[in-house]
């Protein structure tokens, strides 16, 4: 018996298995929209000499580089006829830098009514936002919970809005988390750190401080302090207001105390300066408790302030009940350049043009929009993210996974730096990635249903092959060191497309020549496959694997 096409085409779409096969075979379609030709133009243009490597806009620091590549980016979704997610219509989603410098011919602190001096008595070793913050001194010994021990310094205190003194001899600067190498856990310095794992062995001061809604930190005087003791102005720098642990810097200010000084905040407490004084060298702390006085500080500062921005656009979904279920696709805009680097005009040796750090991605998912569009529309809404700040402190980022669309927000899927093969026969070169080869982290130790779908769309969309090795919650890539780190503190799931590092990354000689354009067509399929299985999906994506114990305090969306 012979059926008619029409006659299959109405077979098909009465039996809803049928139908969903019709729109993954269309979506598989729409993936020929991927191509070397626009992949190529886009990159060659974003990561252009011109555009100095899209350094984002600094507090005094404007970047016209960023500027012609986000407008770039705006200018192609407005063709495409994105929706806009920006502010007032614009593409352009602003959020505010600040950086602080103390004034230190103004700043001012003291016990009650005695005041203490800047310099002499006291240097403040970390702030953030300037302005009098005042409160009660509880005295937490040296702040550290041991979980398994049960050893809680701040047990029966009620630590929020007040100043805690503390014997910290690992808290030093003011980032949660170096910039450079960045492996060490947040919060957590290098050196004395209890054994075992934050978030499973211990907690520090800092964590505790920061999630528990401390006003302060107050440093008891270790020789390493001392050694460090400056009355240079002390300087903060980061989002306003800062939202985050990966890369943010430390919310909660320190103020480092002399020995001096912490004689007269102990005197009358019946906690001892000098066993204070010696509890790190003895590894023995008084018990803990509220002194009773008040510490206030004035933190009179310098304001200097930017505003950049991420690009940003929606898709809606076309199932009007799964479309208020976001995922987002993202690609850090910013190249990671000194700031002298950024300056036209300036005469530097290098140039700087970020090709694979992150020009490779934000091309990909260009082209991954283009797909989208020429295929059916899955379920749920794309949010399109191009942002900045990734290179500074995942400034862009921390803005979007902490501000009111990750409510909405179910997966995060990120390519970042992928655009680059180690040449077939030769040698190893860092981490990089063979031309057929991609890594990928996140569904498999996060979510069995979207490690289904993943490999739903290695099979369906077999452009190139994946290595999980860094799937693996104690590599640096999973977190804290990428774009995704905000998302996996709100409890969101991510899936992140990178081809590692070599020799070239963050340097001069990253350049678009040195591009594999081939392999940025084959992730971007893969990686518009993975997307559009996901979104397309009526099972919501389930973080339903473990919760890495840096991320401890984090309630996964289950
Ligand atoms: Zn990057």
Redo the contacts with the bound molecule.
């Keep these: 018996m012979l059926t008619t096409l029409a006659a299959v085409v109405a077979m098909a779409s009465a039996n809803p298995a049928d139908a969903q096969d019709a729109r993954l075979a269309a979506a598989k379609k729409a993936a020929e929209q991927i191509r070397a030709e626009e992949i190529r133009r886009d990159v060659d243009y974003l990561a252009s000499d011109a555009n100095m490597g899209r350094r984002t806009p600094h507090p005094g620091a404007p970047s016209p580089g960023y500027d012609s590549a986000a407008a770039y980016i705006a200018a192609r979704l407005k063709t495409l006829g994105i929706k806009p997610m920006g502010d007032s219509g614009t593409y352009f989603q602003h959020y505010t830098v600040t950086r602080s410098t103390l004034d230190t011919t103004k700043v001012s602190a003291a016990i009650g009514a005695e005041p203490l001096q800047w310099g002499d008595d006291f240097v403040v070793n970390n702030f953030l936002i300037g302005g009098m913050r005042e409160a009660n001194v509880i005295y937490v010994g040296n702040g550290t919970r041991l979980l398994k021990q049960g050893v809680d310094p701040y047990a029966g205190f009620d630590i929020k809005g007040k100043w805690l003194l503390v014997n910290a001899p690992t808290a030093g600067g003011g980032r949660a988390t170096a910039a450079a190498g960045g492996a060490a856990p947040p919060n957590v310095g290098r050196g004395g750190v209890p054994p075992g794992i934050v978030g499973v062995d211990y907690t520090t001061i800092s964590e505790v401080a920061r999630h528990g809604g401390a006003l302060g930190i107050i440093l008891v005087p270790t020789p390493a302090l001392l050694a460090r003791w400056t009355r240079a102005a002390t300087v903060g720098q980061d989002l306003n207001p800062s939202v985050g642990i990966a890369y943010a810097q430390f919310q909660v200010p320190r103020i480092v105390l002399t020995a001096a000084a912490l004689r007269r905040l102990l005197a009358g407490t019946g906690i001892s300066a000098d066993d204070v004084l010696a509890a790190d060298s003895l590894g023995r702390y008084p018990a803990s408790k509220d002194l009773g006085k008040r510490l206030k500080v004035d933190f009179v500062a310098t304001v200097v302030e930017a505003r950049p921005y991420n690009v940003v656009g929606l898709l809606e979904g076309s199932d009007p009940r799964l479309k208020e279920e976001w995922i987002s696709l993202a690609a ?1 805009l910013d190249g990671a350049v000194p700031a002298a680097a950024s300056v036209p005009g300036n005469a530097l040796p290098d140039q700087y043009n970020a090709a694979d ?2 020009a490779s991605g934000s091309a990909g998912n260009l082209a991954i929009v283009r797909a989208l569009l020429a295929g059916p529309r899955p379920k749920r809404s794309i949010l399109l993210i191009w942002d900045s700040g ?1 290179e500074v402190g995942l400034w862009g980022t921390r803005t979007i996974a902490y501000g009111p669309w990750s409510e909405k927000l179910v997966l995060h899927v990120s390519n ?2 992928i655009g680059k093969s180690r040449p077939a026969n030769s040698a190893r070169n860092g981490e990089l990635s063979a031309p057929d080869t991609i890594y990928i982290t996140g569904p498999k130790v996060l979510s069995t249903n979207t490690e289904a779908n993943l490999q739903k769309a290695l099979k369906e969309f077999p452009f190139i092959k994946t290595d999980r090795v860094y799937e693996d919650i104690g590599s640096s890539f999973f977190y804290p060191r990428t774009d995704a780190g905000p998302y996996l503190e709100r409890g969101i799931l991510i899936m992140q497309f990178f081809n590692g590092s070599d020799s070239d990354y963050h340097r001069p000689t990253d350049e678009p020549q040195k591009l594999d354009i081939a392999k940025i067509v084959a992730v971007s399929k893969l990686s518009y496959g993975a997307l559009w299985i996901a979104a397309d999906d009526v099972n919501r994506p389930r973080w339903d694997g473990i919760v890495p114990s840096t991320l401890w305090w984090v309630t996964p969306k289950r």
Excluded: L, S, T
Aim: charged fraction near 50%; aromatic fraction near 0%; glycine fraction near 0%.
């Design positions: 850090h750090d992150n990734e970042d730096m």
